[in-house]
């Protein structure tokens, strides 16, 4: 009986748990993978949107005959960067001639600046699109903006502006903030815990991390996670398990679980864009992902033990009353076999054990008797 009693708790440790614990952790895997996934492909898309947008602005005729000829009223041009900003959610939209110098711009305060020494305009005046990488705002401008603006990190794209004989007259250049990045982060959830974020190829983190609130407590960020947060585990100091293989340009994951940057145990998942040399790390607490199984282990274990421990009383008590009748009967017996034939056993039942004392009973009757 106890060895029945603890069958299923055998059953249940090491088959039936291991292979449910496999089972749930491939799903929790799989939603990983396909968060990281997702994002990236979102993010390339709008990267590819941007540059297009780049790209068709450039060849815009209005915009290469501003540039050309220098005749075009500013404020028109103005006004159509202005509408491009809010149509498609740019920053900033501005056009400088082969000097450098800025000519039109969405944002007044730029115009007749001067961004000959800038990356984006050196490339792109050689003819090459670029996009730059996500940079402080001061970096890529020399503050040109208005001083009032937050120092938000940003990217520009840049494309040389061409005439009909393909000769380029300047350069278009828009810049996003990174906050378009953030948006397209947060519309996929993964649970109460999980979250998706951008690291560069440094290990700094890009986006805005889910838990900035509980950073700034602890002074680890001044303003904000992007370009802030070096994304390392504070217990070693060294980039968590998730960034540091994804920076190497793998993509991969962990089912195990490893410390994030919170000192959290965290099950995870990392994608690698070598386009922009962008990581893209999804991540959910251990303690969620196999909280529920644990629990149900925990619960059925303890349903288990109180069950057995219910039939060891069942037995201890069955063997008690098996054994205290026997006791009984063997003392008598042995009266009985020593010449005291007066014994008798105080013992009726209708079971085996009570078939027997009467047969001794008898015994001993018949045994005085002669």
């Not at 699109?129 to 970096?139: A, D, K, M, R, T």
């Amino acid at each position: 009986m106890l060895i029945l009693s603890f069958l299923p708790l055998f059953v249940m440790r090491l088959i039936v748990y291991p292979v449910t614990f496999n089972a749930l952790q491939d799903e929790i895997i799989g939603n990983l993978e396909l968060a990281a996934n997702k994002q990236a492909e979102l993010i390339s898309k709008w990267m590819e949107e941007c540059v297009s947008g780049a790209r068709n602005i450039a060849k815009n005729p209005f915009i290469v005959q501003a540039l050309q000829s220098g005749n075009t009223p500013e404020n028109d041009v103005n006004e159509y960067l202005k509408s491009l900003c809010s149509d498609f959610g740019y920053r900033e939209v501005f056009s400088a001639n082969r000097n450098g110098e800025v000519l039109f711009s969405s944002n007044q305060i730029f115009i007749g600046k001067n961004i000959l020494n800038k990356d984006y305009h050196k490339k792109a005046i050689s003819g090459v699109f670029f996009v730059s990488g996500i940079q402080p705002l001061q970096e890529l401008t020399d503050n040109l903006f208005e001083p009032r603006e937050e120092d938000v990190p940003s990217m520009v794209i840049a494309a040389p502006v061409k005439n009909s004989t393909e000769l380029i007259v300047g350069v278009l250049a828009l810049r996003v903030a990174i906050s378009e990045i953030d948006k397209m982060m947060r519309n996929i959830h993964l649970g109460e815990t999980g979250e998706t974020y951008l690291v560069n190829k440094n290990g700094y983190m890009l986006t805005t991390s889910k838990y900035s609130g509980e950073l700034l407590q602890e002074n680890r960020i001044e303003k904000r996670t992007a370009l802030e947060l070096k994304v390392v585990d504070p217990f070693r100091n060294t980039l968590t398990k998730g960034v540091n293989e994804c920076i190497n340009g793998g993509d991969g994951y962990d089912a195990n679980g490893y410390f994030d940057y919170r000192g959290v145990n965290v099950l995870g998942f990392w994608h690698w864009m070598p386009d922009y040399d962008w990581g893209v790390i999804a991540e959910i607490d251990a303690r969620e992902g196999y909280g529920k199984l644990h629990k149900l282990r925990d619960s059925v274990m303890f349903i288990f033990a109180f069950l057995a421990l219910g039939i060891v009383i069942v037995v201890f008590l069955l063997g008690k009353k098996i054994s205290s009748p026997l006791h009984s009967i063997t003392d008598v017996a042995m009266k009985i076999a020593d010449g005291n034939y007066s014994m008798r056993i105080d013992y009726q039942t209708g079971d085996d054990i009570g078939k027997l004392a009467t047969a001794i009973n008898k015994m001993a009757e018949l045994l005085e008797h002669r």
